[in-house]
């Protein structure tokens, strides 16, 4: 499947302007899904490992394997119901606002070829939380873990912020299984600084009070920017586990623009943005080993960004990943990725 996506599909998805691309690849999929004999067809072209269950309960819920898809492939989940047919065993929808907003200008989303690197500054659009969560609730598939990844409207105030993630919390909770904060995204301006600590606090203990309200807590996990030193980083890690947050989601997208052979004009054509892929490996890699040091066994730690291969999946979980989650790795390997990941940690010591 590698060498088909690689040799044939590939070259042409890449002469398309990268956010085409992917909306052409979500519906390719979703007929795919909704197909039976091309569903069949589809199927056989993967060959999954069975020799070892690779299910795993993390916080309560049972996840069919470790590997999952990453927020911001499927923002507005369209894709729900067609993502087990790729082998995931769980996965992000959004990131999820209240209100619904169409995002940054267009063109937003760019590829780096030879960097096997992606620039996307995006910025939060989606179909907002009430669309979402009519999709949500006709999905198919209940063994199959749904993660809402959610964020602040691009009008909303920091001193405001907590509200939207309260609100979004409060509608997506019955849809979702668990949720991730996203205070990372470099695409919605100054949300980065709602990691900073006294900020931090203030968005997550709401959303954890309004959690402690229900019958059955959700599990609630941060994600953090590969851009931040290690005082930082044990900031986080004490105020989790003092609200008791699930874990961490280690990392979104870097706005560093370290070590891309991609030539300076090409770089500056293309402006802001945050970058992910092949050059974001080594970085996200180096967080998580952070994180682990630093939570030991205390919180449940994701890892995302720059997993390519099996290799970087592999080299993950034994950095201290309970799962992980994939987004570039897809555009530039193709969909038997997963397979392949799944065939690695199969016969891997982790």
Known sequence: MLSLYKDLIKPLLFLLDAEKAHYFSAAA?????????????????????????????LAGLNFLNPIGL?????????????????????????????????????????????????INRMGFNNDGMKEIGKR????????????????????????????DYVVCFQYLNEFVDYFT??????????????LEKESLVGILEPVQNENQKLARAKP?????????????????VQI???????????????IGRHGLTASNFEIEKIGSGGLSGKPLTQ???????????LAG???????????????????????????IQLYSGLVYEGPGLVADILKAIAHAKI
């Open 136 to 163: 949500l609730s006709k999905r198919k598939h209940p063994g199959f873990i749904i993660g809402g990844n959610v964020g602040k409207n691009k009008d909303t105030p920091n001193e405001k912020a907590f509200k």
């Open 181 to 194: 904060i996203n205070l990372s995204s470099p695409n919605t301006p100054d949300l980065r600084q709602l």
């Open 70 to 118: 990453a927020a911001g492939f499927d923002k507005n989940a369209d894709l729900i119901d067609a993502l087990p047919l790729l082998g995931f065993g769980f996965a992000e929808i959004g990131t999820v606002t209240p209100k619904p907003q169409k995002g940054n200008a267009k063109p937003r989303l760019f590829r780096l070829p030879k960097d096997e690197a992606i």
């Open 29 to 57: 999929l979703r007929f795919v899904s909704q197909t039976p004999v091309v569903n069949d067809i589809f199927k056989n072209l993967f060959s999954f490992p069975t020799e070892k269950d690779l299910s795993i309960e």
């Open 283 to 293: 970085r996200s890699s180096e967080v998580l080993a952070n994180l682990k040091n």
């Open 240 to 254: 989790c586990k003092t609200l008791k947050i699930t874990g961490i989601v280690a990392t979104n997208t870097t």
């Open 220 to 236: 609630i996990f941060l994600k953090i920017s590969p851009d931040m030193g290690v005082s930082q980083l044990e900031d986080i």
């Open 297 to 323: 066994s205390d919180l449940l730690l994701m890892a995302s960004g720059g997993i390519m291969d099996s290799t970087d999946a592999v080299e993950r979980f034994r950095s201290g990943a309970s799962a």
